[in-house]
């Protein structure tokens, strides 16, 4: 029975080749979309998931209260780990990270900047590092020692026989290999080409042995057996019990949750990045189903050339059931047809994906659980588009369908046809709107005013003697002609790493803790940045001159509520530092671009500064002056390769979420739109394929090309009309929504609306024109005959 | 065989009530050859599909082989219609996407008869229409006549105790006719019970009664000599 049905099938579809073309098409389209998808949520799930202990892994949060704001951070005293293993039960193991370091390594005249980590040597067993060459146990036995990759290896020595050799670093001092590690894959939180002795780092900042200290990552792992309620309640009080001032709670959270849960509001777990692998998921679902709709519609459409078929079938004996399985079948081979069609785009559409979510992802078909997918996939979509056009053939009148009668136009099926097609554009507008809303929301941000000018800006590392250099760096800099400015900061404006909340003035409630973020700079800082002074001074050049002054923001002003601030005092510690406020700059955006900017306090001290920012003059060519300013740095620090980065291009990648968002939104709403317009196509054929006859009547009589065509697309666009007015609302509480979690955002304004429902009605008026057309030109003599 | 009695079967619109069997009663003995005749709309296509088992009746009785069957449910009726009943339709009604072998094969599955008892049986009865040289070609492929001998192939290869046939030589000319005609006579003879609607005078003489009806009901009766 089984064949005859394949072959029944099988003929069917090469009959009707442009049918069968526009249902698998669609379908393959739609399942392929939905596997780049699944291939991009699988590789969120099953993030971190190469590490054997995953499930006993735990980074070290901490919880920070300023007034009545919890904050969540990673950074921990450096004094923790190394404590809590000793002290608190169920701790098997510990390790502390630095945030990252790049590093210049040097081996004969090759000189690159590698990132990596000063770690624990615990580390490695912890993530159960696979060691190529040398062995973890001994790793750290020296103190100038480093681990790195198979990929740094390879690039510098050729090689991963390479123990005992050496590489400099920053120029200083001679580092040597003794361990080369198997290259991490893409998808963990980890991204290091080597490791070295947290010691080092230790010992070159003593700061980190205070109890009140933030600063590095705190690694734990943890016994299977224990209770992490109890580890928790022990660590919220922990840091108290060593230092009473601190403000810190801490708590351990674990590895599973590290890439997708890590959003905290108020100290509280909020989501994170789950939220868009539920969306996208979503998504994937959506457009099979509307790929499934196109195949019920089409089906159902052209049921009057399988009636006869289903009217013998019924005379000869076939039950109800045994014609459900027939069409179901029918379904399931056009979905596993499709499905194979898919693999073929994937595999060819994957290189672009994996651009566009910047991943690594593979088809991989030996791997079972892509198989199993696909093959699901295909399933649920063949039963899904195969039910109700087996139910509705199925149901045919033998009787009637014999006689050769035209089966009456079923006034359900024509309205569930209806309203499945008003489903596939309600859906297809609403991703056009979310589109637009997406990328207005993305400009608004990226056109932000930030509070300084981030055009012609670039900030480099300071490396060897830059620091000690500066001035005479800087004066041959503003010599060249390109630049007009150069200052000094700890951190890089986008991204300010310090705050305390541990300042006063006068006024201030004692029992409560302000956050405050502060930079040590340069007097030049301001003046290159191109911030505005809202009253006070500047620094003065000469830097010693402001021992004891300060420049706050205007939030800070604000904050502290009283007017003429300039000459106000603000202390630290307890009143034993004291400082001057000699000026306030207005606020400039910074670390969160979407909110407005947190109180801060910039200091002349250049202690501690790391980044060399470079103002160019207005209309400068830019590579001209940049060959100027590497000649500059490179005649003071030859040893060193010259790297820099753009302010505004560095602001542009903070956005890199949103804009994966928006292209991938653009890309499924042009598939959603493309799948709806294929079977809109196909629907658009059959009536008027059924309308034949009157349409030869009508002409006739008289009706012109185009009062037919018109007549053949009105339904349609009824249709489509009838979308907007579902979409419209859902679209705008849903992004409506999606606007609330942004602070700085746009308003939705009634032309994306506009726009979208005219690209719907201007797309489908496409699409059905040329079949109106088509039969609104054809000869009536020969339709009339025909019938 | 059959035994109908003052069945009755209305058709109902919103405006409009059309009584297409109005208290029927006669009867089909076990091998004879009996032609329903009347103008359109006598209700003989309708008599045709309830005795065939596609369509129930509102009223009255219909013994089927002394079992009671006006009451029956779709999945009754299709169980007892593929064991007993053969089809011939005017307008042949095979299959386009399946082959003359494909086509006369599908009774065969539905009864879930076995491959290579199928294909036995199928060629047999090809070989008996005379159109085994034929069993590859799809139905366009064949003439009016051939396509009508395919017909009455798949209406017999299951041994029917019944042929049904709805004006079974309406589409063809008449040396078609009459070979299509010569065929059923032959089955009718080997012990097969045949109902034929036709408007053909020329066809009714083939049977050994006529039945002529006028708005759902029996005129006269003309048994034929």
Redesign the interface.
């Known amino acids: 029975m089984f064949k005859n049905y394949f072959k029944t099938a099988f003929r069917n579809l090469w009959k009707n080749k442009t049918y069968g073309f526009l249902n698998i098409f669609g379908l393959a389209t739609g399942i392929a979309c939905a596997a780049l998808i699944f291939l991009w949520v699988e590789d969120e799930l099953t993030f971190n998931d190469s590490f054997p202990k995953k499930d006993y892994l735990y980074s070290v949060k901490n919880n920070q209260t300023y007034d009545g704001t919890t904050y969540t951070f990673d950074a921990t005293p450096g004094v923790l780990a190394p404590t809590m293993k000793s002290e608190i039960p169920g701790i098997k193991n510990t390790a502390r990270c630095t945030w990252g370091n790049k590093l210049l390594f040097s081996l004969g005249d090759k000189s690159i900047y590698e990132q990596g980590n000063y770690v624990d040597s615990n580390l490695f067993s912890m993530l159960q590092l696979h060691f190529i060459k040398g062995n973890a146990s001994d790793a750290f036995a020296q103190l100038h020692s480093v681990v790195i990759s198979k990929k740094m290896a390879d690039k510098f020595f050729g090689s991963t026989d390479v123990i005992g050799k050496t590489l400099k670093v920053n120029n200083e001092h001679e580092y040597v290999v003794t361990g080369v590690i198997k290259d991490l894959p893409e998808n963990v939180s980890f991204k290091f080409d080597w490791l070295a002795p947290f010691k080092i780092y230790e010992d070159q900042n003593t700061w980190l042995q205070k109890w009140g200290n933030n600063g590095i990552v705190t690694y734990v792992e943890v016994q299977p057996s224990t209770n992490l309620e109890a580890v928790n309640a022990r660590l919220h009080g922990y840091i108290q019990s060593k230092d009473a001032e601190a403000n810190s709670r801490l708590f351990i959270f674990p590895m599973r949750k590290w890439r997708l849960y890590n959003n905290f509001v108020n100290g509280i777990e909020d989501g994170g990045r789950i939220k868009y692998v539920n969306l996208f998921s979503i998504i994937a679902w959506i457009i099979l189903i509307i790929a499934c709709i196109n195949f019920m519609n089409l089906a159902t459409a052209r049921s009057e050339k399988r009636a006869r078929e289903v009217g013998v079938r019924k005379v000869m004996g076939a039950g109800k059931g045994m014609l459900m399985s027939q069409f179901i079948g029918e379904a399931l081979i056009m979905s596993f047809l499709s499905a194979l069609l898919a693999i073929a785009i994937v595999a060819f559409a994957l290189p672009g994906f994996n651009g566009l979510v910047d991943k690594e992802l593979s088809l991989n078909l030996q791997n079972p659980l892509h198989l199993a997918g696909l093959f699901a996939i295909a399933f649920i979509c063949g039963i899904i588009a195969g039910s109700y056009p087996a139910f509705y053939l199925s149901s045919f009148n033998p009787v009637v369908v014999l006689k050769g009668l035209k089966i009456k136009t079923n006034a359900s099926a024509g309205f569930i046809r209806k309203g499945l097609v008003v489903v596939q554009f309600s859906i297809s507008i609403i991703l056009i709107i979310g589109t637009i809303i997406i990328y207005k929301q993305i400009n608004h941000i990226k056109d932000r005013q930030l509070g300084y000018d981030k055009e012609g800006l670039v900030y480099m590392n300071l490396q060897g003697k830059m620091k000690e250099h500066f001035n005479s760096i800087k004066n041959d800099l503003i010599s060249t002609g390109a630049v007009q400015n150069v200052g000094l900061s700890n951190d890089y404006v986008l991204q300010l790493g310090s705050n305390t909340g541990d300042f006063a003035w006068q006024g201030k409630d004692p029992n409560k803790q302000i956050l405050i973020t502060v930079e040590g700079v340069s007097p030049e800082y301001i003046s290159t940045l191109g911030m505005k002074l809202k009253a006070g001074r500047d620094f003065y050049a000469d830097i010693a001159a402001d021992s004891n002054n300060i420049i706050i923001n205007e939030s800070l002003a604000k904050l502290i509520g009283k007017k003429d601030l300039v000459g106000s005092l603000i202390t630290r510690d307890g009143g034993n530092q004291k400082y001057t406020i000699v000026g306030i700059i207005d606020d400039f955006v910074y670390n969160d671009m979407y909110s407005s900017s947190a109180p801060l306090i910039l200091f002349p001290d250049t202690a501690n500064v790391n980044f060399l920012n470079i103002r160019f003059k207005a209309k400068t060519d830019l590579a001209g002056a940049l060959a100027k300013v590497e000649n500059v740095i490179k005649t003071h620090e030859p040893g060193y390769p010259f790297e820099y980065k753009f302010v505004d291009e560095q602001f542009h990648k903070l956005f890199k979420t949103e804009t994966l968002i928006g292209k991938l939104s653009w890309v499924f709403s042009a598939l959603a739109i493309i799948i709806s317009c294929l079977g809109l196509f196909g629907l658009a054929a059959y009536t008027a394929e059924r309308r034949t006859k009157e349409i030869g009547i009508r002409k006739v009589l008289g009706a012109t090309t185009g009062a037919l065509a018109g007549l053949l697309s009105k339904d349609f666009l009824q249709l489509v009309g009838i979308s907007c007015l579902v979409a419209f609302p859902v679209a705008w509480w849903a992004m409506h929504n999606w606007l609330q979690t942004y602070p700085y955002r746009i308003e939705i304004s009634w032309w994306t609306f506009g726009l979208s429902g005219l690209l719907a009605i201007f797309i489908a008026l496409l699409t059905i024109s040329f079949q109106a057309v088509k039969a609104a030109v054809a000869n009536p003599v020969k339709s009339l005959r025909s019938e | 065989m059959i035994r109908i009695k003052n069945l009755e079967k209305i058709y109902r619109t919103e405006d409009v009530e059309t009584v297409a069997l109005n208290k029927l009663t006669f009867e089909v003995k076990e091998g004879e050859f009996v032609a329903v005749m009347g103008p359109s709309g006598c209700g003989k ?1 309708t008599l045709l ?1 309830i005795l ?1 088992l ?2 129930d009746p509102d009223d009255g009785s219909f013994l089927f082989n002394g079992i009671e069957v006006a009451k029956f449910n ?2 009754k009726r ?2 007892l ?3 007993n009943i053969g ?1 011939v ?1 005017q ?1 042949f ?6 082959t003359v072998f ?1 086509n006369v ?3 065969l ?3 879930g008869i076995k491959a290579p008892e199928r294909k036995q049986r199928v060629e047999a009865v090809l070989d008996k229409m005379q159109i085994m040289h034929r069993r590859n070609h799809y139905p366009q492929q064949l003439s009016g006549g051939q396509q009508q001998r395919v017909a009455v192939a ?1 209406a017999v290869v299951n041994n029917p105790k019944l042929i049904l046939a709805d004006e079974p030589t309406g589409n063809l000319d008449s040396s078609n006719g009459n070979e299509v005609m010569a065929l059923l006579t032959d089955l009718n003879e080997q012990g097969t019970t045949i109902v034929m609607v036709t408007h053909s005078e020329h066809d009714a003489r083939y049977s050994h009664r006529i039945i002529r009806m006028l708005d759902g009901q029996t005129v006269t009766e003309n048994i034929m000599v």
Request: avoid cysteine; charge should be negative; aromatic fraction near 10%.
């Open positions: 296509s599909n065939g596609l369509d779709e999945r299709a169980e219609r593929k064991r089809f339709f307008s009604n095979l299959i386009d996407e399946l494909e094969e599908l009774p599955i539905y009864l798949r």
